[in-house]
């Protein structure tokens, strides 16, 4: 049996260390100013809030933004009704308010007469005279051509003037406390509240800490944090006994949620997005079409540059084949999508967990923890690209883990450049971006150690080099469509107030959605869980080891527990605002565009059962009998992770649109039936927000134009709606609905039975509003239901016929005339031997800059009109017009050979002089043990 090693005698850390440790303490304090500190504490009371603005047009009101700034500096909007009485105003009926900030552009500035709001029972107004004076302009770089200087009113003291002098007075009609800890936070600034928690909770860990630090013989605690990690030789039969045990419990699971529902994985947005719009990029690609994008959504939709479909990934066209040819029914891809990566993420969780150092036994149940998460299984039903981080993050960790427990190999680096690179092309960006940023932090506190600085980092960089050169060619074109969009982050709410989650199954526990995306107040519970075994002994090892790291060890004890380190740092960011890193990280470009910092669970959930099991591997070591233990703990997860990932697990939002897609044979013409509907001209939904009725299939929202081969002016692509070409469309929907309805070609409306026309005026410009239809507006409902004709009535729906829509491509000269278009999923082919020779030729989908064209194999210049169509001059003579939608495919491949090229220059330089080994964490002798095997630096 192995014995313990002691316990290496402790070196006091240097006094410098200590002063930036508590300069580091104050400042995690100041940046942890946040909303969510607030929310835990203070109680909200409903007040009404009213704004009204005289003089400008109707149509002004889409521009205006009237909205409360909260403490720590943001802004939510107000909504904007339409009240029986057609006075259109702003109105907020929960929540309180410190200021209000009105922005308005140039032209409605001019046509103003009045301003006036009423906050609670206080009114103010603004008359003409005092506008002027009273508002400042902001003079940006404009998304749309369309817009003008922005002149912005804020209204911090006339809000307060008429209250008091009381507690509440540094916030405005602050609502009512309610118990004595309310009372005396509030005697307190604002900053100063996060501040005192924050220093408070770091006062405790260094207290718990310096308790914690042996002075003579080593405690258990002690052992677990800085004892050793050394993976214990078993037999194969023991190995793959562990390993099959903890497979079966994976399969079981699935295959327990298959019998309940075939379509199990296939909710929400898989639904009614991701499914329509992978099945037509994967039958693209079959008919030998690159599938960049798609002409049945928004106008034209870019399939590739979002990021949303992993269009570009071969296991995509794998799990197709499967479902298509061995299924018999192709519309169960993500059914073998999850299935895929949720088998293959166990095994790659288990590979690196025994590579790390932890027995069989614990290996396996830290990989079920993390694959039978619930972020895994309620995430994995809504989005394609949460399933791939199963496999993938295990695969990108293992690079790390390699460097800090052997010597460098060239071999790693063809390794971390494939995981890094699979792991992009896999799933939605912005996980792929979290896990990159997750593993910075912990190649950085590795770093530490001079020899790993000197030796290995240069080599790790270099495999990020070439991950980051197989991801370029579409990685480019991805950001420069990002950097375009008019959107700014969105919500920010990170997993402090579900923190009681992490540990306790639902239903034991109640917690609220903060969002209300979910169609079921349960939904967020199981989303956190994890399983409480390895959760529970991971949030305790982080608390002893932040007061260890204080306690004088500064970064040593933070490299002997590397894992968890990396856990804690996912945690930290997945607070969102309530934590200090997650601002930090909306500051650098690209990351400010981002949200939902519980998007970084996996990394958190992977790294705590690591560390966890690492801990529980350190102290079953120190036993003389630890198989009865392990067993225990074994089956105690695998009890708790089956209660959890049962039949009972809700989806985040509950859709009752039935799968497989049935048949339209009302609308649509088929199997030789004529239909209502046809291919030649776009139609608009009218359907009420996120209902999730039967019925809601027959007004073919979301993607399902692109299931049933229509052309939808309207769709669900958050990144898309936020496009500046979309923006300006939907500008012009609500500014004049019937001539913006004309010009892009709408001549169906498909009303849903008992469909009711909303209220609310909503900035149709705001990627944030997730509604069923941007365009969905009171002035578009009476349109319809004033000019438009009632052709047919069928399967739960209206089909209105709005007069005169413009065809899909004309002539200018020729517009009643329309030319035959033949949509592909890369652009659209016009015939044009009909037009005029010469003329401009107006093709009826939103111009967008990777929109080329040729005129029989002669390039074409290509221009946007007023509704922001495609203008293509022909020459004299052209027969066809063939518009492409081609990304930056150039510039992403010269960047890519560019990003190789350095890799391979770093890697041989970083390995010159070989073979002779490079000396590692065995060239001096302060013992230190990183997490998979004890090393000496």
């Not at 590795?446 to 080099?465: D, I, K, N, V, Y």
């Not at 090892?541 to 007061?547: A, I, M």
């Not at 359907?687 to 027959?698: E, G, H, I, S, V």
Request: net charge positive; hydrophobic share 50%.
């Amino acid at each position: 049996m192995q014995e313990t090693p002691e316990t290496p005698p402790l070196r006091a850390a240097p006094r410098p260390l200590r002063r930036w440790l508590a300069l580091g303490a104050v400042l995690l304090g100041v940046l942890s100013l946040g909303q969510a500190w607030t929310d835990l504490f203070l109680a909200k009371r409903a007040q009404l809030v009213v704004a009204r603005v005289d003089g400008v047009p109707r149509e002004a009101y889409t521009r205006i933004r009237v909205s409360r700034v909260l403490p720590a500096g943001g802004e939510r909007d107000l909504a904007c009704f339409v009240p029986k009485d057609g006075q259109i105003r702003w109105q907020l009926e929960a929540g309180w308010v410190r200021m209000l900030r009105v922005r308005l552009q140039e032209q409605d500035l001019a046509a103003l007469t009045a301003l006036h709001l009423r906050i609670g029972e206080q009114v103010l107004s603004f008359p003409k005279p005092e506008i002027r004076q009273l508002w400042t302009c902001t003079r940006s770089t404009p998304v749309l051509p369309t817009d003008q200087a922005t002149w912005t009113l804020e209204t911090p003291g006339r809000l307060g003037s008429n209250h008091s002098a009381s507690l509440r007075n540094f916030l405005l009609n602050w609502p009512a406390t309610e118990t004595i800890l309310q009372e005396l936070l509030l005697l307190l600034p604002s900053p100063w509240r996060p501040l005192i928690a924050t220093v408070t909770l770091l006062l405790l860990t260094l207290v718990t800490g310096r308790m914690l630090v042996p002075k003579g013989v080593a405690s258990s605690a002690w052992t677990a944090l800085d004892g050793a990690t050394e993976a214990r030789p078993c037999t194969a039969r023991r190995e793959w006994a562990w390993a099959l045990a903890g497979l079966l419990i994976v399969v079981a699971v699935l295959v327990r949620l298959h019998w309940t529902d075939p379509f199990w994985f296939t909710q929400d947005d898989n639904r009614v997005q991701f499914l329509p719009n992978v099945l037509f990029g994967c039958r693209a690609a079959l008919a030998g079409q690159l599938p960049t994008w798609s002409p049945h959504e928004l106008l034209g939709t870019p399939l590739m540059e979002p990021g949303h479909y992993p269009l570009t990934y071969p296991p995509l066209y794998l799990c197709h084949f499967v479902a298509r040819k061995i299924l018999g029914q192709e519309q169960q891809i993500i059914q073998v999508w999850a299935w895929f990566h949720l088998t293959l993420g166990y095994l790659a969780g288990y590979v690196f967990a025994r590579f790390v150092g932890i027995r069989p036994a614990l290996a396996a149940a830290a990989s079920c923890s993390f694959v039978l998460s619930g972020f895994f299984f309620i995430l994995g039903r809504a989005w394609t690209g949460p399933t791939p981080v199963a496999v993938w993050l295990p695969i990108m960790s293992l690079p790390v883990a390699y460097l800090l427990a052997r010597e460098p190999d060239w071999r790693l680096l063809p390794v971390s450049g494939l995981a890094i690179g699979g792991a992009f092309h896999s799933a939605n960006t912005q996980f792929w971006a979290y896990s990159l940023v997750v593993l910075a932090g912990t190649a950085g506190v590795a770093a530490t150690s001079a020899s790993f600085r000197r030796q290995r980092l240069p080599l790790l960089f270099s495999g990020l080099l070439l991950g980051l050169a197989i991801a370029a060619p579409v990685l480019i074109p991805q950001m420069d469509w990002a950097f375009r969009l008019h959107r700014s982050g969105g919500v920010h709410w990170g997993i402090l107030s579900f923190f009681p989650r992490l540990l306790v199954p639902s239903p034991l526990v109640e917690v609220l959605h903060r969002d209300g995306w979910s169609s079921r107040g349960d939904a967020l519970g199981h989303l956190f869980y994890s399983g409480t075994v390895l959760t529970l002994v991971g949030c305790a090892g982080l608390v002893l080891l932040v007061g260890a790291s204080l306690s004088g060890l500064g970064c040593r004890i933070l490299r002997r527990n590397i894992w968890l380190t990396t856990a804690g740092l996912a945690m930290l960011l997945a607070l969102g605002q309530d934590g200090p890193l997650w601002c930090l990280l909306a500051a650098l470009p690209g990351f400010s565009m981002l949200n939902h910092p519980i998007k970084l669970l996996p990394q958190m959930t992977f790294f705590l059962s690591i560390g966890a099991a690492i801990i529980l591997e350190r102290v079953l070591t120190a036993r003389a009998r630890s198989a009865a233990a392990e067993r225990t703990l074994f089956g105690c997860t695998a009890l708790l992770l089956l209660y959890h990932a049962s039949p009972s697990l809700p989806p985040y939002t509950e859709w009752r649109i039935p799968l497989p897609y049935p048949p339209l044979p009302g609308l649509v013409a088929a199997e030789g039936r004529p239909g209502v509907l046809g291919t030649n001209a776009r139609y608009i939904p009218l359907a009420q927000a996120w209902d999730r009725n039967p019925d809601n299939l027959w007004s073919l929202s979301f993607g399902l134009p692109a299931h049933y081969g229509l052309l939808s002016a309207d769709g669900y692509n958050p990144l898309v709606q936020a496009s500046p070409e979309n923006v300006l469309a939907c500008r012009q929907m609500i500014a004049d609905p019937l001539a913006a309805a004309r010009a892009y070609g709408i001549r169906w409306a498909l009303q849903r039975r008992g469909y009711r026309p909303p209220t609310v005026l909503r900035d149709l410009s705001d990627a944030a509003d997730m509604t069923t239809s941007k365009y969905d507006s009171p002035l578009l409902a009476d349109l319809i239901f004033s000019v438009g004709k009632l052709v047919a009535e069928t399967e739960g729906v209206r089909v209105w016929e709005l007069p005169r829509p413009d065809p899909l491509a004309f002539a200018r000269n020729l517009p009643e005339v329309a030319l035959p278009v033949t949509a592909r999923a890369d652009g659209v082919d016009v015939s044009v031997s009909g037009a005029t020779a010469g003329s401009a030729v107006v093709v009826n989908v939103l111009m967008r800059p990777a929109m080329q064209a040729r005129a029989d194999d002669v390039p074409v210049h290509l221009e946007s009109d007023e509704w922001g169509r495609v203008v293509a001059q022909l020459p004299a003579g052209a027969r066809k017009l063939e518009l492409r939608y081609r990304p930056r495919w150039g510039l992403g491949l010269a960047c890519s050979a560019l990003l190789a090229t350095l890799s391979l220059g770093l890697a041989c330089w970083v390995l010159r002089g070989r073979p002779k080994p490079v000396a590692g964490m065995a060239s001096t002798g302060n013992a230190e043990c990183n997490g998979s095997a004890c090393r000496t630096e």
